[in-house]
């Protein structure tokens, strides 16, 4: 049983419909990590390139940034710190090993605005249909490390699996991150391959690993005519649904009850049941 006097951690997904112009979306981001805030969220994760989404794929390499520098990673400093809250800053473009790409990093800054850990998207999308075409290996460089971290929230610490969209669809690098409590996953995904798969794919990601997944997603039609599925969601470790937002601007948010990722695994053990 839950200690009632026990506070939970509260986590928050930002929605956003992000533009060209960095300067307009980081304001957006402020505003809408400060409401969340201010509604009890302890750990605020921001969407895949919630500081540019632009009309061309070399838009983002002409912002990148070097590691530990630059507007975008103040920005998400200075919203830690005044705040006080865990920034997931879903993705920011940073300056590769190559000179014409970037590392899609998700950076995570600690309550007192310090970078404490960096995990670079290692799975790049690539899909064509009649109507689109992607190829993100033409401007992002891949990582190649699985990152999963301990952060303080409220009474508990949770273990935390980093992972960015396309990532989602490679079960072995939850696999790779071990144990976790929350699994996040800053996204822009398309309208075709999200009505198709993206709910479907988030709560086998929460159902295998019994733990929560927390998605933030861009969501609406952007200025530059592209569409992003949104649904921004929240899933606890059995598969349910706690919180989903289609599309627009706002936020999804809800507790981590690390009793109910208990029970789950000791109702049906099944990660001690795996031989391979």
Known sequence: MNNPSKRLPVVAAIQMISSPVVDENLATASRLVAEAAEK?????????????????DTDKVAVREPYGDGPIQACLANLASRHHVWILGGSVPLVANSDDRVRNSLLVFDPSGKRVSRYDKIHLFNFQNSEQSFDEARTNEPGNTPVAIDIPVAEDTLRVGLSICYDLRFPELYRALGKCDLIVVPSAFTVVTGQAHWEILLRARAIENQCYV????????????????????????W???????????GIVSGVIDRERIIETRKRLPALSHRTL
């Open 40 to 56: 009890g969220a302890d750990l605020v994760l921001l969407p895949e390139y919630f500081c540019i989404m632009g009309n061309k």
């Open 214 to 237: 927390l998605a933030a997603a861009q969501g609406g039609r952007h200025p530059t005519g592209r569409k992003t599925y949104g649904h921004s969601i929240l899933i606890d470790p």
């Open 239 to 249: 598969g349910d649904v706690m919180a989903v937002l289609p599309e627009g601007e």
